[in-house]
Protein backbone atom coordinates (compact mmCIF):
# COMPACT_ATOMS: atom_id res chain seq x y z
CA UNK A 1 0.00 0.00 0.00
CA UNK A 2 1.30 3.55 -0.94
CA UNK A 3 -0.68 5.92 1.03
CA UNK A 4 -2.98 5.60 4.20
CA UNK A 5 -5.52 8.99 4.63
CA UNK A 6 -6.30 8.66 8.24
CA UNK A 7 -9.59 10.52 8.62
CA UNK A 8 -10.41 11.05 12.57
CA UNK A 9 -14.69 11.87 12.85
CA UNK A 10 -16.36 13.12 15.64
CA UNK A 11 -19.79 14.44 14.39
CA UNK A 12 -19.44 14.47 11.03
CA UNK A 13 -22.16 12.63 9.32
CA UNK A 14 -22.70 14.62 6.80
CA UNK A 15 -19.13 15.37 5.63
CA UNK A 16 -17.90 11.34 5.40
CA UNK A 17 -19.11 10.82 2.31
CA UNK A 18 -18.59 13.90 0.21
CA UNK A 19 -14.82 13.13 1.60
CA UNK A 20 -14.78 9.96 0.18
CA UNK A 21 -16.28 11.21 -3.23
CA UNK A 22 -13.70 14.13 -3.68
CA UNK A 23 -10.57 12.01 -2.75
CA UNK A 24 -11.72 9.47 -5.19
CA UNK A 25 -12.15 12.48 -7.74
CA UNK A 26 -8.94 14.26 -6.83
CA UNK A 27 -6.55 10.69 -7.09
CA UNK A 28 -8.44 9.61 -10.34
CA UNK A 29 -5.34 8.25 -12.76
CA UNK A 30 -3.02 8.60 -9.84
CA UNK A 31 -0.74 5.16 -10.05
CA UNK A 32 -0.70 4.39 -6.54
CA UNK A 33 -2.70 2.51 -4.06
CA UNK A 34 -4.01 4.38 -1.13
CA UNK A 35 -6.83 3.45 1.40
CA UNK A 36 -8.79 4.97 4.25
CA UNK A 37 -8.41 4.46 7.54
CA UNK A 38 -11.57 6.36 9.32
CA UNK A 39 -11.72 6.40 13.03
CA UNK A 40 -15.06 7.19 14.42
CA UNK A 41 -14.29 8.86 17.84
CA UNK A 42 -17.25 7.74 19.75
CA UNK A 43 -19.91 10.15 17.42
CA UNK A 44 -22.78 11.02 18.09
CA UNK A 45 -24.63 11.56 15.05
CA UNK A 46 -24.84 9.22 12.16
CA UNK A 47 -21.29 9.03 11.57
CA UNK A 48 -20.33 5.45 11.93
CA UNK A 49 -23.36 4.27 10.08
CA UNK A 50 -22.40 6.29 6.86
CA UNK A 51 -18.73 5.56 7.36
CA UNK A 52 -20.42 1.15 7.95
CA UNK A 53 -22.68 1.83 4.50
CA UNK A 54 -19.13 3.51 2.72
CA UNK A 55 -17.51 0.49 3.74
CA UNK A 56 -20.01 -1.99 2.33
CA UNK A 57 -21.16 -0.08 -0.50
CA UNK A 58 -17.96 0.67 -1.73
CA UNK A 59 -15.96 -2.81 -2.36
CA UNK A 60 -13.45 -1.13 -5.01
CA UNK A 61 -11.70 0.70 -2.04
CA UNK A 62 -9.33 -0.11 0.75
CA UNK A 63 -11.75 1.13 3.68
CA UNK A 64 -10.93 0.48 7.07
CA UNK A 65 -12.96 2.05 9.92
CA UNK A 66 -12.08 2.09 13.74
CA UNK A 67 -15.00 2.69 16.25
CA UNK A 68 -14.17 3.58 19.24
CA UNK A 69 -16.06 2.93 22.53
CA UNK A 70 -16.65 6.17 23.20
CA UNK A 71 -15.46 10.04 22.67
CA UNK A 72 -11.60 9.54 23.08
CA UNK A 73 -10.21 12.68 21.16
CA UNK A 74 -8.65 13.62 18.39
CA UNK A 75 -4.97 12.52 19.74
CA UNK A 76 -6.01 9.13 20.55
CA UNK A 77 -7.81 9.14 17.02
CA UNK A 78 -4.56 9.77 15.48
CA UNK A 79 -2.97 7.53 17.14
CA UNK A 80 -5.16 4.98 16.58
CA UNK A 81 -5.75 5.75 12.71
CA UNK A 82 -1.75 5.57 12.61
CA UNK A 83 -1.40 1.81 14.22
CA UNK A 84 -3.86 0.37 11.42
CA UNK A 85 -2.96 2.03 8.76
CA UNK A 86 -0.57 0.08 6.10
CA UNK A 87 0.88 2.73 3.82
CA UNK A 88 4.31 3.78 2.62
CA UNK A 89 2.88 7.52 3.75
CA UNK A 90 0.53 8.78 6.05
CA UNK A 91 -1.58 11.30 5.95
CA UNK A 92 -3.48 13.30 8.65
CA UNK A 93 -6.63 15.00 7.08
CA UNK A 94 -9.80 16.01 8.54
CA UNK A 95 -13.33 15.05 7.10
CA UNK A 96 -14.98 18.20 6.93
CA UNK A 97 -13.66 19.13 3.57
CA UNK A 98 -11.32 22.28 5.20
CA UNK A 99 -8.38 20.60 3.54
CA UNK A 100 -8.32 19.06 0.71
CA UNK A 101 -7.04 16.38 -0.74
CA UNK A 102 -5.72 17.62 -3.46
CA UNK A 103 -3.11 18.93 -1.07
CA UNK A 104 -1.82 15.67 -0.09
CA UNK A 105 -0.84 15.05 -3.34
CA UNK A 106 1.04 17.75 -3.39
CA UNK A 107 3.06 16.51 -0.20
CA UNK A 108 3.46 13.26 -1.67
CA UNK A 109 4.87 14.70 -4.78
CA UNK A 110 7.38 16.47 -2.61
CA UNK A 111 8.48 13.00 -0.68
CA UNK A 112 8.43 11.44 -3.59
CA UNK A 113 11.28 14.15 -5.12
CA UNK A 114 12.97 15.70 -2.60
CA UNK A 115 14.53 12.46 -0.66
CA UNK A 116 15.79 14.93 1.81
CA UNK A 117 12.30 14.95 3.71
CA UNK A 118 10.54 12.89 5.89
CA UNK A 119 7.37 14.97 6.63
CA UNK A 120 5.79 17.76 4.68
CA UNK A 121 3.38 19.56 7.13
CA UNK A 122 0.47 22.28 5.77
CA UNK A 123 0.06 25.40 7.56
CA UNK A 124 -2.65 28.23 6.85
CA UNK A 125 -1.63 30.81 4.25
CA UNK A 126 -3.98 33.21 5.27
CA UNK A 127 -5.92 31.79 9.08
CA UNK A 128 -9.94 33.02 8.66
CA UNK A 129 -10.47 33.46 12.46
CA UNK A 130 -10.98 36.92 14.48
CA UNK A 131 -8.58 38.72 16.17
CA UNK A 132 -8.94 37.42 18.80
CA UNK A 133 -8.11 34.12 18.23
CA UNK A 134 -5.33 35.09 16.21
CA UNK A 135 -3.44 37.00 19.13
CA UNK A 136 -3.87 33.88 21.33
CA UNK A 137 -2.72 31.06 18.94
CA UNK A 138 0.60 33.60 18.49
CA UNK A 139 1.03 34.15 21.86
CA UNK A 140 0.72 30.40 22.71
CA UNK A 141 3.32 29.61 19.50
CA UNK A 142 5.87 32.35 21.34
CA UNK A 143 5.18 30.85 24.62
CA UNK A 144 5.70 27.19 24.52
CA UNK A 145 8.40 27.89 22.62
CA UNK A 146 9.98 29.73 24.62
CA UNK A 147 9.40 27.35 26.94
CA UNK A 148 9.53 24.02 25.72
CA UNK A 149 12.55 21.80 24.61
CA UNK A 150 10.99 21.66 21.10
CA UNK A 151 10.40 24.35 18.61
CA UNK A 152 6.93 24.04 17.15
CA UNK A 153 5.67 26.08 13.67
CA UNK A 154 3.47 28.51 14.24
CA UNK A 155 0.62 27.38 12.38
CA UNK A 156 1.56 24.24 12.00
CA UNK A 157 -1.72 21.91 11.40
CA UNK A 158 -2.18 18.19 12.27
CA UNK A 159 -2.81 18.35 8.11
CA UNK A 160 0.73 16.57 7.13
CA UNK A 161 2.11 13.60 5.73
CA UNK A 162 5.04 11.41 6.33
CA UNK A 163 6.95 8.29 5.95
CA UNK A 164 6.51 5.15 7.35
CA UNK A 165 9.87 5.49 9.34
CA UNK A 166 7.67 8.74 11.39
CA UNK A 167 4.86 6.62 11.60
CA UNK A 168 6.72 3.85 13.74
CA UNK A 169 8.56 6.29 15.61
CA UNK A 170 5.24 7.80 16.55
CA UNK A 171 3.49 5.16 17.56
CA UNK A 172 6.72 4.31 19.76
CA UNK A 173 5.50 7.27 22.46
CA UNK A 174 3.28 5.62 23.95
CA UNK A 175 2.19 8.33 26.25
CA UNK A 176 -1.63 8.67 27.53
CA UNK A 177 -1.72 12.62 27.32
CA UNK A 178 -0.99 13.10 23.43
CA UNK A 179 -0.10 16.48 22.22
CA UNK A 180 0.40 15.65 18.50
CA UNK A 181 2.08 18.89 17.01
CA UNK A 182 4.74 18.61 19.95
CA UNK A 183 5.13 15.10 19.51
CA UNK A 184 5.89 15.50 15.68
CA UNK A 185 8.48 17.92 16.71
CA UNK A 186 10.41 16.06 19.85
CA UNK A 187 11.03 12.70 17.49
CA UNK A 188 12.76 15.24 14.89
CA UNK A 189 13.11 14.08 10.76
CA UNK A 190 12.98 16.45 8.29
CA UNK A 191 10.01 18.76 7.96
CA UNK A 192 8.92 20.72 4.94
CA UNK A 193 6.38 23.11 5.70
CA UNK A 194 3.94 24.50 3.03
CA UNK A 195 1.21 26.91 3.01
CA UNK A 196 -2.17 25.85 2.00
CA UNK A 197 -5.63 28.04 2.06
CA UNK A 198 -8.23 26.42 4.67
CA UNK A 199 -11.56 25.89 2.65
CA UNK A 200 -15.21 26.45 4.32
CA UNK A 201 -16.31 23.36 6.30
CA UNK A 202 -18.85 21.87 4.09
CA UNK A 203 -21.37 20.68 7.07
CA UNK A 204 -21.60 20.95 10.94
CA UNK A 205 -19.67 22.61 13.24
CA UNK A 206 -16.08 22.97 14.58
CA UNK A 207 -15.21 20.57 17.44
CA UNK A 208 -12.84 23.29 18.89
CA UNK A 209 -14.08 26.13 20.87
CA UNK A 210 -12.10 28.77 22.64
CA UNK A 211 -11.90 27.11 26.29
CA UNK A 212 -11.19 23.71 24.86
CA UNK A 213 -8.35 25.61 22.41
CA UNK A 214 -7.10 27.07 26.21
CA UNK A 215 -6.65 23.47 27.60
CA UNK A 216 -5.49 22.05 24.94
CA UNK A 217 -2.53 24.86 24.96
CA UNK A 218 -2.05 24.07 28.52
CA UNK A 219 -1.98 20.44 27.71
CA UNK A 220 0.67 21.05 24.94
CA UNK A 221 2.65 23.28 27.59
CA UNK A 222 2.71 20.78 30.33
CA UNK A 223 3.66 17.60 27.73
CA UNK A 224 6.54 19.22 26.52
CA UNK A 225 8.28 21.79 29.21
CA UNK A 226 8.98 21.27 32.94
CA UNK A 227 9.62 25.12 33.04
CA UNK A 228 6.49 25.72 35.02
CA UNK A 229 8.02 23.65 37.99
CA UNK A 230 10.98 26.17 38.47
CA UNK A 231 8.33 29.06 37.46
CA UNK A 232 6.88 28.10 40.84
CA UNK A 233 10.22 27.70 42.39
CA UNK A 234 11.34 31.17 41.01
CA UNK A 235 7.89 32.51 42.66
CA UNK A 236 8.35 30.97 46.01
CA UNK A 237 11.81 32.69 46.03
CA UNK A 238 10.86 36.05 44.81
CA UNK A 239 8.12 36.25 47.36
CA UNK A 240 10.33 35.08 50.74
CA UNK A 241 12.97 37.57 49.01
CA UNK A 242 10.19 40.51 49.29
CA UNK A 243 8.73 39.39 52.37
CA UNK A 244 12.64 39.69 54.12
CA UNK A 245 12.99 42.91 52.92
CA UNK A 246 9.56 44.49 53.77
CA UNK A 247 10.14 43.13 57.36
CA UNK A 248 13.31 44.95 56.96
CA UNK A 249 11.84 48.10 56.28
CA UNK A 250 9.16 47.82 58.63
CA UNK A 251 11.56 47.52 60.97
CA UNK A 252 13.88 50.17 60.55
CA UNK A 253 11.21 52.78 59.98
CA UNK A 254 9.62 52.05 63.64
CA UNK A 255 12.94 51.57 65.64
CA UNK A 256 14.44 55.24 63.53
CA UNK A 257 11.43 57.16 62.81
CA UNK A 258 8.57 55.51 65.36
CA UNK A 259 6.11 54.67 62.70
CA UNK A 260 3.57 52.28 63.63
CA UNK A 261 3.42 48.88 62.30
CA UNK A 262 0.87 48.93 59.35
CA UNK A 263 -2.46 47.47 60.61
CA UNK A 264 -5.17 45.16 59.76
CA UNK A 265 -5.30 46.30 55.95
CA UNK A 266 -1.72 45.19 55.15
CA UNK A 267 -1.92 42.39 56.80
CA UNK A 268 -4.63 40.67 55.30
CA UNK A 269 -3.38 41.85 51.95
CA UNK A 270 0.02 40.32 52.06
CA UNK A 271 -1.57 36.62 53.59
CA UNK A 272 -4.07 36.69 50.32
CA UNK A 273 -1.04 37.84 48.05
CA UNK A 274 1.16 34.90 49.73
CA UNK A 275 -2.24 32.11 49.28
CA UNK A 276 -2.87 32.79 45.74
CA UNK A 277 0.64 32.36 44.78
CA UNK A 278 1.16 29.62 46.95
CA UNK A 279 -2.16 28.05 45.33
CA UNK A 280 -0.84 29.06 42.17
CA UNK A 281 2.05 26.96 42.31
CA UNK A 282 0.60 24.04 43.91
CA UNK A 283 -1.91 24.18 41.05
CA UNK A 284 1.11 23.48 38.95
CA UNK A 285 2.66 20.96 40.63
CA UNK A 286 -0.81 19.33 41.08
CA UNK A 287 -0.94 19.29 37.15
CA UNK A 288 2.20 17.38 36.75
CA UNK A 289 1.10 15.23 39.28
CA UNK A 290 -2.12 14.52 37.70
CA UNK A 291 -0.27 13.29 34.55
CA UNK A 292 1.80 11.48 36.41
CA UNK A 293 -1.09 9.47 38.29
CA UNK A 294 -2.67 9.09 35.14
CA UNK A 295 0.01 7.63 33.17
CA UNK A 296 0.99 5.32 35.98
CA UNK A 297 -1.84 3.69 35.75
CA UNK A 298 -1.30 2.59 32.08
CA UNK A 299 -4.57 3.01 30.44
CA UNK A 300 -5.03 2.19 27.10
CA UNK A 301 -5.18 4.78 24.81
CA UNK A 302 -8.24 4.53 23.29
CA UNK A 303 -10.37 1.41 23.30
CA UNK A 304 -12.02 0.22 19.91
CA UNK A 305 -15.14 -1.14 20.09
CA UNK A 306 -15.39 -2.12 16.51
CA UNK A 307 -13.02 -2.34 13.55
CA UNK A 308 -14.16 -2.92 9.88
CA UNK A 309 -10.87 -4.02 7.78
CA UNK A 310 -10.36 -5.51 4.34
Not at 105 to 124: H, K, R, T, W
Request: charged share 25%; aromatic share 14%; proline share 2%.
Amino acid sequence: MKLSLVVPCYNEQDNVELFYEETVKAFKGKDFDYEFVFVNDGSRDKTLEKLKKLYNEKTESNITVVSFSRNFGKESAIYAGIKNSTGDYISLIDADMQQRPEVVLEMMDILENEYEYDCVAAYQAKRKENSVMKGFKSAFYKLINMLSEVELHADASDFRTFTRGVADSILEMGEYHRFSKGIFSWIGFNTKYIPYEVQERNAGETKWSFTKLVRYAFEGISAFSTKPLKLATYIGITASFAAIIYLIVVVFKRIFFGDPVSGYATIVGLILLLGGIQLFCIGIIGSYLAKTYVQSKNRPIYIAKEILKR
